[in-house]
């Protein structure tokens, strides 16, 4: 078994076709490694768009990649079947963060019709990995975490790399997967692209509830207790929704105290994620302080 790390630079256009902007992939870039993380060969490809006559000058700025240089490449459909070529079978694929495979799965839909695909057997997220193990050293942060900052943390040179190109991107992972492999936990995070439910929890979009009627609310997380007696408290003003909390005043039963209780519900493709907070009551003048300081702070 093989692994190959791939990469790909996309730019945004407007596709008139299909009435509505596309990332397209403009240059495809991977490394194959042996099953000791050793480099067997590289690959690297760069598209002509099917969509725009040129590129965006951010685009061309981040990545070195000029008009003049994506009018040269090949057609997307001719790159997809050379890296599928090259890539070969009985490998597990990796990406920095699983955002390349939205642009893939995008790309197939519109620029391809679904004739042709990635051949993408098992997946593996890198960035996943790699912060993990970063966390377990000490990284805090949840933030997804870039590739140049992760390769700082772990004190690898970048300066003999290109970053933002799709190749040295590649193989600057090489050089974080080496540092930082464990190969129970990395085991662990191999996926079958195969399995259907794959690619559905990959496009589902987690969101926050806002109906407090919602049927996936149970009623038990609405309901509050004391944070200094510990006795129920009852609610005593209508739920409120606003920046994807739900908040309403207490009361406690035993001792009087008043708060605001806070609740939160994300909806995930496996979970509900339930976060609850008690909150100290404000009062008008204090609440009046507290909005003439953020319109001070916003001018």
Not at 218 to 239: P, V
Request: charged share 35%; with cysteine.
């Amino acid at each position: 078994m093989n692994y190959i790390i791939l990469d790909l630079e996309w730019d945004s256009a407007y596709s008139a076709k299909h009435k509505r902007f596309i990332n397209q992939i403009l240059q495809i870039g991977a490394v194959k490694l042996d099953g000791e993380f050793n480099i067997i060969d590289t690959f690297e490809e760069t598209v002509k768009s099917e969509i725009s006559k040129k590129v965006t000058g951010r685009f061309a700025k981040l990545t070195g990649i000029t008009t003049e240089k994506m009018l040269a490449g090949v057609p997307f459909d001719t790159a997809v079947d050379r890296y599928n070529a090259w890539a070969g079978e009985d490998t597990v694929t990796m990406t920095w963060s699983d955002s390349d495979l939205y642009s893939i799965k995008e790309n197939e839909e519109y620029l391809l019709n679904g004739g042709r695909k990635f051949a993408i057997e098992r997946y593996l997220d890198l960035q996943r990995f790699v912060q993990g193990e970063l966390r377990r050293g000490g990284y805090e942060d949840k933030n997804q975490i870039s590739l140049g900052a992760a390769a700082k943390l772990l004190e690898i040179e970048t300066d003999s790399f290109e970053l933002h190109t799709a190749k040295d991107d590649s193989l600057l992972s090489v050089a974080l997967l080496q540092k930082c492999y464990n190969e129970e936990r990395f085991t662990a995070l191999i996926r079958d692209t195969a399995d259907p439910e794959f690619y559905k929890r990959l496009r589902f979009k987690p969101f926050n509830i806002s109906d407090i009627n919602d049927e996936r609310i149970n009623k038990e997380d609405l309901r509050f207790s004391c944070d200094k007696c510990g006795e129920k408290a009852k609610r005593i003003t209508k739920w409120r929704y606003r920046n994807r909390w739900f908040s309403a005043k207490f009361e406690c039963k035993k001792c009087g105290r008043r708060f605001c209780g806070r609740a939160s519900f994300k909806k995930t493709y496996d979970d509900l994620i339930v976060r609850k907070r008690v909150c100290e009551l404000k009062s008008k003048t204090e609440k009046k302080q507290n909005e003439m300081q953020s319109v001070s702070e916003t001018v």
